[in-house]
């Protein structure tokens, strides 16, 4: 019984003791985040909530919302301190206004969600600072997507009214750090600005602006490729 005990926990002990970094040159990681950030929008709606719409769409206005996502994001150990990086991610809001007691009888709920996809490629510098501990940062480029939706529609009372996809290209710049549980498993967080270019049209007219934002990320985090 004595021996079986001591067996169980040095099993315990060799599951949950702090794992090295030993990923080398050739080495990848991947992880699975809940991100957040900022969607970019313009319409006709100037958003609804930024200010009086302009129903003859003789110009759209810009507007920004903050969002939720999800993202992959991979690691590529170029050298033993650089890697290159690729995430794939997809962002969301969703937010729902019930009448109240001054609403006409009957009036609908009213309901305003978003929805975007983005692209980043980059490369980060990456350092070890302890048997289990790195950080990690470096610049990227990325392509944003995305599009808001009014129910009901604020230009007819009814149906719904989606505006035409912002298309934002920029610059961003990160710094992160992982934290192995295991050889293979771990934890990874980051924190970083955005800054690029966003335009959109719609019915003719057209909108262009430089917006710029801050977004973080966290998540677990799979290594492959040990020495």
Same mark, same amino acid.
């Given at each position: 019984?004595?021996?079986?005990?001591?067996?169980?926990?040095?099993?315990?002990?060799?599951?949950?003791?702090?794992?090295?970094?030993?990923?080398?040159?050739?080495?990848?990681?991947?992880?699975?985040?809940?991100?957040?950030?900022?969607?970019?929008?313009?319409?006709?709606?100037?958003?609804?909530?930024?200010?009086?719409?302009?129903?003859?769409?003789?110009? =759209?206005?810009?507007?920004?919302?903050?969002?939720? $996502? =999800?993202?992959?994001?991979?690691?590529?150990?170029?050298?033993?301190?650089?890697?290159?990086?690729?995430?794939?991610?997809?962002?969301?809001?969703?937010?729902?206004?019930?009448?109240?007691?001054?609403?006409?009888?009957?009036?609908?709920?009213?309901?305003?969600?978003?929805?975007?996809?983005?692209?980043? =490629?980059?490369?980060?510098?990456?350092?070890? =600072?302890?048997?289990?501990?790195?950080?990690?940062?470096?610049?990227?480029?990325?392509?944003?997507? $995305?599009?808001?939706?009014?129910?009901?529609?604020?230009?007819?009372?009814?149906?719904?009214?989606?505006?035409?996809?912002?298309?934002?290209? $920029?610059?961003?710049?990160?710094?992160? &750090?992982?934290?192995?549980?295991?050889?293979?498993?771990?934890?990874?967080?980051?924190? $970083?600005?955005?800054?690029?270019? &966003?335009?959109?049209?719609?019915?003719?007219?057209?909108?262009?602006?430089?917006?710029?934002?801050?977004?973080?990320?966290?998540?677990?985090?799979? &290594?492959?490729?040990?020495?």
């Amino acid at each position: 019984m004595k021996r079986a005990t001591v067996a169980v926990a040095g099993l315990f002990l060799m599951t949950f003791a702090p794992a090295a970094w030993a990923l080398g040159k050739g080495g990848s990681m991947f992880a699975i985040e809940l991100t957040n950030g900022t969607a970019d929008f313009s319409d006709k709606l100037n958003g609804a909530h930024g200010g009086p719409p302009n129903y003859t769409a003789s110009y =759209i206005s810009a507007y920004d919302h903050s969002e939720l $996502g =999800i993202q992959g994001q991979y690691w590529r150990m170029m050298a033993e301190d650089y890697a290159f990086t690729l995430s794939v991610g997809w962002g969301f809001f969703s937010e729902t206004d019930k009448p109240g007691q001054g609403a006409t009888a009957g009036s609908p709920d009213s309901k305003f969600s978003t929805s975007s996809y983005n692209v980043r =490629i980059g490369g980060d510098r990456v350092a070890k =600072i302890s048997d289990r501990t790195t950080m990690y940062g470096g610049p990227g480029i990325e392509f944003w997507s $995305g599009s808001a939706k009014f129910e009901p529609s604020p230009l007819t009372g009814t149906g719904d009214y989606t505006n035409q996809s912002t298309k934002r290209w $920029g610059l961003s710049a990160r710094v992160g &750090a992982t934290m192995m549980l295991s050889p293979g498993m771990g934890l990874t967080a980051h924190v $970083g600005g955005r800054y690029g270019y &966003a335009s959109v049209e719609e019915q003719g007219a057209k909108a262009t602006w430089w917006p710029s934002s801050i977004e973080s990320s966290a998540g677990v985090l799979w &290594a492959f490729g040990e020495k």
